[in-house]
C-alpha cells in the first residue's frame, strides 16, 4: 500500500525557472513532511521538512507547502539550478522521529 | 510502479540475538540494493550497497562483522544484525536500483530488549 505517492517520475526545467516536485499522501495520521535530494551512487540527504501544523516553510531557494486538507504538499525551487538536478524524495512520518515512507522519487533534471 | 518489500515489518528481539531483515524488488531485476537506518530528526544513514553476487560495500563507520549483508540474486538481498544490542535498535529502509532509479521499501523497525 502505497502511502506516499510521486506521481511524476521525472520532470525538466530550464535553468532560472521553477521547479515544482509534487507529493501526495494517503495516511492521514502522517504529521510531519520531508523532502530528500539523491544524487547517484550516494543516499538520500535531508533537504527541507514541515509539520502539519505549517502549511509552508521557506529555506534559501527551497518551499515546501503543505495542503491538509489535500493529503498534498509540493517543493518548490527557484531559481532552478543545474546542481539541482538530482531524485527527489518525499516521505512522511506521523510525529517526529516515527518510521518514515517514502515516495518513488521524481527525478529533476534543469538544463543550462 | 515499482515495489520493494520489507520482511518482517517490525521484530523485537533479545539482546545477543540475530535478525534477519530481507529486502525484495517484486517486479523488476535490482542489480544493486541500498540499506539505511534512520536516526533521530529523520536522518538517514547509508549503511551499505549490496551488489547481486560479490561483496557488499561499507559505508565508514558501519562494521561489517555486525551488519551481514547478503545480495543471493537480482531480487533479493538480506541484512542480517548479528549479536544485537538495545543500541541496534531503530528503522533500517532498503532501497532497490534499476538503471538510474530508487525505490524505497517500508523498512523495518527493530527493538532489542
Known amino acids: 500500500d502505497q502511502q506516499v505517492k510521486q506521481n511524476s517520475p521525472s520532470l525538466s526545467v530550464q535553468e532560472g525557472r521553477i521547479s515544482i516536485l509534487n507529493c501526495d499522501y494517503t495516511n492521514s495520521m502522517f504529521d510531519y513532511f520531508l523532502w530528500y535530494k539523491k544524487y547517484p551512487a550516494e543516499g538520500p540527504t535531508f533537504l527541507i521538512s514541515?509539520?502539519?501544523?505549517?502549511d509552508k516553510n521557506e529555506d534559501g531557494r527551497f518551499t515546501v507547502f503543505l495542503n491538509k486538507s489535500a493529503k498534498h504538499l509540493s517543493l518548490h525551487i527557484v531559481p532552478s539550478q543545474p546542481g539541482d538536478s538530482a531524485v527527489y524524495f518525499c516521505a512522511a512520518s506521523a510525529r517526529k522521529d516515527n518510521d518514515m515512507r517514502f515516495g518513488a522519487g521524481t527525478r529533476l533534471t534543469v538544463k543550462p | 510502479g515499482a515495489v520493494v518489500s520489507q520482511h518482517p515489518s517490525r521484530v523485537i528481539c533479545k539482546s545477543g540475538t540475530s535478525v534477519k531483515i530481507e529486502c525484495r524488488s517484486l517486479?523488476?531485476?535490482?542489480?544493486?540494493m541500498f540499506w539505511y537506518r534512520q536516526f533521530p530528526k529523520q536522518s538517514l544513514m547509508l549503511m551499505a550497497t549490496?551488489?547481486?553476487?560479490?561483496?557488499?560495500?561499507?559505508e565508514q563507520g558501519v562494521e561489517k562483522d555486525k551488519f551481514l549483508i547478503n545480495h543471493a540474486s537480482l531480487t533479493l538481498s538480506t541484512l542480517t544484525v548479528t549479536s544485537a544490542h538495545p543500541e541496534d535498535s531503530s528503522f533500517y529502509i532498503c532501497?532497490?536500483?534499476?538503471?538510474?532509479?530508487?525505490?524505497f521499501g517500508p523498512g523495518t523497525r527493530l527493538t532489542v530488549l
Open positions: 532501497s532497490a536500483g534499476r538503471e538510474a532509479e530508487q525505490f
Open positions: 549490496s551488489n547481486e553476487g560479490s561483496k557488499a560495500t561499507y
Open positions: 517486479d523488476f531485476q535490482a542489480t544493486t
Open positions: 514541515i509539520s502539519s501544523i505549517k
